[in-house]
């Protein structure tokens, strides 16, 4: 089983509509968690953290459920600007080990007129 | 934008042959990363530096060995190129490397092993 995994997709959507994605995470002791968007053939670029409250930024909602070991990301309001893939990050367990990130494989978001 | 570059940002090379790719930031950041993507895989861990001449091994280290000698540049060296190594490898900072610190990702290098 990998320690990240998401549905790669990918998720066509018509423009306006709403559309979430989930990550799962292995380890119960990870204390971090991220969105990324990466665009075709550029670097991954944050999106957001997640938070155990959830946290909003405009259109974009990211949630935490520790107890089931997931993330989540919900995107109101599609535009085609938000075509990309989506990648979830969760950092190593243990502060020793740099922060390291651990990445899902990525779920590709394709936004049609 | 952070300031990472990376270089090359595209290479070809043949089996065999000795490869080095750089990363070098303005940031002054202490910590550093290697990544690799590749689709199936997502991004995965080669090694990363949390100071000058410190390093140490990710998920997927065989066959890459890696240099810090100043805060602003990390090198990743494939002893010798396989196939298996054709990738897109991007560099990442982190100013403490914490557990939720930000990583910063450079523009990546397209590196193909004939």
């Known amino acids: 089983r990998k320690e990240v995994e998401q549905d790669p997709g990918p998720f066509n959507v018509p423009e306006g509509a709403t559309v979430a994605f989930n990550c799962t995470y292995s380890n119960s002791a990870s204390q971090s968690f991220f969105w990324y968007r990466q665009d075709c053939r550029k670097e991954p670029k944050l999106l957001m953290s997640v938070y155990s409250s959830g946290n909003e930024d405009g259109r974009f909602t990211a949630q935490l459920n520790r107890a089931s070991q997931y993330i989540s990301l919900l995107i109101r309001d599609s535009k085609l600007s938000d075509s990309a893939t989506y990648l979830c990050?969760?950092?190593?367990?243990?502060?020793?080990?740099?922060?390291?990130?651990?990445f899902g494989q990525g779920t590709e978001l394709s936004v049609k007129p | 934008d952070a300031g990472i570059t990376q270089s090359p940002r595209h290479k070809v090379t043949e089996t065999g042959t000795p490869v080095t790719l750089r990363c070098h930031q303005t940031?002054?950041?202490?910590?550093m990363y290697w990544y690799r993507q590749d689709p199936g895989h997502g991004l995965r861990l080669i090694h990363y530096s949390y100071g000058v001449k410190d390093t140490d091994k990710g998920e997927v280290s065989d066959g890459y060995s890696v240099s810090r000698s100043k805060t602003e540049d990390f090198l990743l060296t494939l002893e010798s190129a396989t196939s298996s190594q054709t990738s897109v490898y991007f560099c990442?900072?982190?100013?403490?490397?914490?557990?939720?610190?930000?990583?910063?990702f450079g523009p990546g290098t397209r590196l193909t092993v004939l």
């Open positions: 990050a969760v950092t190593a367990p243990f502060y020793n080990q740099g922060g390291k990130l651990i």
């Open positions: 990442a900072i982190s100013d403490e490397g914490g557990p939720s610190d930000t990583q910063y």
């Open positions: 940031e002054n950041h202490r910590y």
